[in-house]
């Protein structure tokens, strides 16, 4: 497994919960995914045949001076020994598993893991983190207040029946129960972090929460 591909699954499964948005890190993703269909790997092979890459433009830019220090003893760079590795990586996991954990007891029939966890943290919030009002009250309410806001209740409903047409399955039976529309929501505002996630959007940070 190349460190490129690595990178560009790790990024995949990561941008489900997290918007990079205009970073180095989604430029470099959008870099590996156009290099590595021309990169040829052969069992045999010890290099990279790299001769399909063609330099088409470049940019030099400043970094300001450097100073440069020649001699002396340091401490020696540790050398990368995993990718992706380290507690941000272990956190985001421990909430997808969370809210897994969760999904399993909500939703039921042929629904896999990948759809229970796409249509909650990626269809329903997003609709939700679209809603100005919830954004205003999330940065106004306490959780508490916030999650007992009948605006909320509704929005859930109406990002359920907007997601009607992709997720037919999972819709349905959140149309048909309350109480899957219920755990919809605890999911959401637990590992989901929706109230933090609006909460930010409307520029206040989770420690000023009231």
Do not use: C, W
Not at 2 to 27: H, K, M, P, V
Not at 65 to 87: C, F, H, I, N, V
Not at 133 to 160: C, H, M, W, Y
């Amino acid at each position: 497994m190349s460190i490129r591909g690595a990178f560009l699954r790790l990024y995949s499964f990561l941008s489900q919960i997290f918007d990079y948005g205009n970073t180095a890190i989604e430029a470099r993703s959008i870099f590996y995914r156009r290099l590595i269909p021309l990169l040829e790997f052969g069992r045999e092979r010890t290099t990279l045949d790299v001769s399909k890459i063609v330099l088409t433009h470049h940019k030099l830019a400043s970094q300001g001076p450097r100073a440069l220090q020649l001699g002396g003893e340091g401490d020696a760079l540790k050398p990368l020994t995993a990718t992706g590795s380290g507690a941000l990586q272990d956190k985001e996991k421990a909430l997808l598993a969370e809210i897994l954990a969760k999904l399993n007891d909500l939703f039921q029939g042929d629904v896999t893991d990948d759809d229970q966890l796409i249509y909650v943290n990626n269809v329903i919030k997003g609709k939700l983190m679209e809603s100005e009002t919830l954004v205003q009250q999330a940065s106004q309410d306490g959780k508490e207040q916030f999650s007992n806001s009948p605006t909320l209740d509704r929005a859930i409903l109406d990002a359920v029946i907007d997601a009607l047409d992709a997720h037919t399955t999972m819709s349905r039976q959140a149309l048909d129960s309350t109480q899957v529309r219920n755990g919809l929501k605890d999911i959401l505002l637990g590992p989901g972090k929706l109230y933090e996630a609006l909460r930010a959007k409307g520029g206040l940070s989770e420690g000023a929460a009231r």
